[in-house]
Structure formats: C-alpha cells, structure tokens
C-alpha cells in the first residue's frame, strides 16, 4: 500500500527566503504525485503534479516540484516565499490508475515572518 | 466553470444524531470522493463513487455511507453521531483515470 511522510510538521520562514517542504513517499510502481495547499477554513487547492517525463514540475503560485526516484523524494520549493504562502501544505501519492484513492501526508504547516 | 459545491459549511449535531452532507461535483466529472480531516489523523480516505458505484472504500465504520445520483452529485450520512466524528468532511472529484482530485470548501461537522 502506498503512504505518504512529511517530516516537518510546521516550518517558518521569512518573506522573501527561500522554501523547500519535504515529501517521501512509499509506492511499489511508479507513482502519481501531488501537492495541495491548504487555507484556514477552506478545502485543498491543487499546486502541481508529477505523472510522468521531466522530473522538475511547475505549479501555480511560482512553486516546482522535483520528483526523485532513488530517494523516492517529490520535494517542494519556491525561491521566494510571500506572506500570502502561509498556509498547510500536502503531499500525495495516487496509483496513476485512477481507480484508486490518493493517500496524502499529516501534511506541513508554513508560517511566514516579516 | 462551477467548482465542487459542498453543502452545508458548518453543522452542529448531538451525539446520537445522524448527519447528511451533500456535495455537487465539477460539471463532467462523474467520479466523487470523501475524506475525513481532523487534526490529529489528517486526511482519511472514506469513499469514492463513480458512476452511481462504490468503487473504493476507505476503514470507517458502517456508520459512514454514502451514495452517487445519475446525476454525479453525492450525499454521505454518518448515523450515530460520536463525538470523534467532529472533523472537516472534504468531497472531491475528478474525472475518470486522471487520479487528480479537485477539492471543495469542507462540511465542518460538529459533534457535541
């Protein structure tokens, strides 16, 4: 079964830093992969996706994602983090088919400082 | 294009009560999915629906169900209430094999 682990449960950092949240995950095939964020009170909004081909993703918001396979790794990062970042952010893993349920991480809480 | 619709925001129930919380997926998209969200098990997988079937189903008692109309929109019920059913109640859906879940604002359930 696949799962889904992500070190850090809050990070802060300062506006304007740089930004790296951490996922692994544990999947017998080649996984599909995903990150939300997630605003106080709302649902999960979708930032990127990894399914196949190049391994440095593009999202929304100026985050990317780089899916490593020998260390089953698809960390995130944004090379500056606006105030606005703050917020919980989730990995996931899917099998790709489709006909599965994606299973995500406890999940990152970012607070950003002035 | 309508974003998924979850109805109501916010509830309060008793325990012993039991709940109906309803969801109108994306237009086109006949696969929905449900997950718990509390603060300490995070996002659980209940159910997904496509076509009006049960396709998957996560390990919540049976006093978690849920169904699918022809017309995709999906209801979950959770009959007597326990006080650890208090959580963000999230539907999502997508299309078929495209495993991407797009998510709607949350039914907080409440459970006094």
């Known amino acids: 079964a696949q799962s889904v682990t992500q070190p850090d449960i809050h990070i802060t950092v300062s506006e304007g830093a740089s930004l790296e949240l951490r996922c692994n995950y544990s999947?017998?095939?080649?996984?599909?992969l995903f990150w939300y964020v997630q605003s106080p009170g709302q649902g999960l909004q979708l930032l990127l996706k990894?399914?196949?081909?190049?391994?440095l993703v593009q999202g929304i918001k100026g985050f990317e994602a780089e899916f490593k396979r020998s260390q089953s790794s698809f960390n995130l990062r944004k090379p500056s983090v606006h105030w606005s970042d703050a917020a919980e952010y989730f990995c996931?893993?899917?099998?790709?088919?489709?006909?599965?349920?994606?299973?995500f991480g406890k999940g990152t809480r970012l607070s950003v400082i002035a | 294009k309508a974003g998924v619709t979850q109805t109501p925001r916010y509830l309060i129930k008793t325990r012993g009560q039991q709940v109906t919380l309803s969801c109108s997926p994306i237009?086109?998209?006949?696969?929905v999915s449900w997950y718990q969200q509390t603060p300490g098990q995070g996002l659980q997988f209940l159910f997904e629906?496509?076509?009006?079937?049960?396709?998957n189903k996560g390990n919540f008692p049976g006093r978690f169900s849920g169904r699918q109309f022809s017309n995709s929109r999906s209801e979950m019920n959770v009959s007597t209430l326990e006080l650890g059913d208090s959580a963000l109640y999230l539907c999502?859906?997508?299309?078929?094999?495209?495993?991407?879940?797009?998510f709607g604002e949350g039914s907080r359930l409440t459970v006094l």
């Open positions: 996931a893993v899917g099998a790709g088919s489709g006909n599965t349920p994606l299973v």
């Open positions: 629906y496509f076509s009006e079937t049960q396709r």
């Open positions: 999947y017998g095939a080649t996984p599909y």
């Open positions: 999502a859906s997508s299309t078929q094999g495209s495993g991407e879940l797009f």
């Open positions: 990894y399914f196949s081909g190049d391994t």
């Open positions: 237009s086109g998209h006949r696969s």
